[in-house]
């Protein structure tokens, strides 16, 4: 199994960034898919979750109604839209399928 995330950089407060989770070594489309992040000196925390079919999408409380979770099963990829970027998201994302991560994209919000 290998997750690789991507779409990191460094935003001002307001700015928008899309991060891209590309995985191999395993029939994708048939699982659910999570994003997380993980601030300085923080736990990890889970940021969104989308079903095998895209048609179910869970969010965490502090990112609903600015991020958005999808996913394209052709091309194994798993999408974290974000906009209304805010400091406080300043983490390192990672995507995850309940037992795998990948090694995560710098977020950095900052005026």
């Known amino acids: 199994v290998q997750l690789v995330e991507s779409g990191g950089g460094l935003v001002k407060p307001g700015g928008s960034l899309r991060l891209s989770c590309a995985a191999s070594?395993?029939?994708?489309?048939?699982?659910?898919m999570r994003w997380y992040r993980q601030a300085p000196g923080k736990e990890r925390e889970f940021i969104a979750g989308?079903?095998?079919?895209?048609?179910?999408?869970k969010y965490a409380d502090s990112v609903r109604g600015r991020f958005t979770i999808s996913r394209d099963n052709a091309k194994n990829t798993v999408y974290l839209q974000m906009d209304s970027l805010k400091p406080e998201d300043t983490a390192v994302y990672s995507c995850?399928?309940?037992?795998?991560w990948g090694q995560g994209t710098q977020v950095t919000v900052s005026s």
């Open positions: 995850n399928t309940a037992t795998d």
């Open positions: 070594g395993f029939t994708f489309s048939t699982y659910y």
């Open positions: 989308i079903s095998s079919s895209g048609l179910t999408r």
